[in-house]
């Protein structure tokens, strides 16, 4: 079985924070672009069981409906994708009725709308497109055309944003019963507008008390963390993503687009018109140890953390033996949770990425 990702790299607008590969000003390549997907998708080789189809962005829904529509059909008609998990991200504001009962009769069962904030002076600071009541009416579109699986992205440490403010955030998501939400700290990358601008971001340490709020809030109403940043009811966990946190197979399609596939990794040309014209996909071939360090890095976002056996038997090593002094040092911290898995702890969490650095 295997995982598939179909990259849309447009945008209505450019948000001031994101770094994705996405664009505003590319409008007059949408329709090469979804023909050099198309033909991505029919010339692919490989396993065509797929239990998970996603795509990202950038916004799909910011593609003309009839060229989503053709890039859909082509990957039903690619994979099988009986009882598959599809799910498609889509911005507040940039699909209607129409277009959501369409991609739901073609197969699309699980949305993720990007909100961000509930707080309006919010989402202007992110250069969003849209205001909240624009997502609660995406929100209902949705539930009217069939979607039961429905996801909400959202962030903290935005610019402006109080615990108070962050609180009605999480507070008005969960009113609305989505089935998964998405929970990012918000990162302020190089080379986005935020980067150069003087923004009044919350400290360091109300974004820690912001963080575990929505930990425990989240959970208090029925959702269960199962990653860093993601909650789920019960069997809503995005199996896609899960597939990335476990290294299983997945093919991407599109501009910047990887795959992994029995440890070598592929990697499409990220330029648009690059990858439109003479798409060159880079190869690696992964050594057991890049291999097994990805494992542990990646695991380590689940709160299950990943097994150790099987992690034994996958990369024919003694785990305790090979890391003892990791492990000791930070079971004594509180940090770690060693037995049948290893996991990061609710304190772990905090101090995630020099944990899985000191195993790298
Ligand atoms: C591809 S977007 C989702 C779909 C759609 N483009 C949208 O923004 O609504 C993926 C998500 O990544 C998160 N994201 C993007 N840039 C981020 C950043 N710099 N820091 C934290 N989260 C970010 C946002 O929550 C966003 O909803
Ligand atoms: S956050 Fe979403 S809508 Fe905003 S620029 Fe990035 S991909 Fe586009």
Redesign the pocket.
Known sequence: MIGVYVHIPF?????N??D?N?F?NKNSLKQRYAEKIIEEINNFEGDLNADTVFFG???PTALEQDLLQRIILAVNNKFNTTDCEFSM?A?PATINSEGLLLLHKNGVNRLSI?LQSANNDELKAL???HCFEDFVSTYCMAREAGFDNINTDIMFGIPNQTLDSFKRTLEEVVKLKPEHVSCYSLIIEQGTPFYNMNLNLPDEETERKMYYYAVSYLQQNGYIQYEISNFAKKSMQCRHNIKYWERKNYVGFGAGASSLIENVRYKNSEKLIQYIENNMPEKEILTMSDALAEHIFLGLRKTDGFNIKETERLYNIEFYQKYKTVIDKYLKLNLITYGENMALTKEGVSVSNIIMSDFM
Not at 11 to 15: G, T
Request: hydrophobic fraction near 15%; include cysteine; charge should be positive.
């Open positions: 945008c209505v607008k450019k948000c924070y994101c994705f996405s505003d962005g950038g916004t991200e911005n990007g250069g969003r497109i």
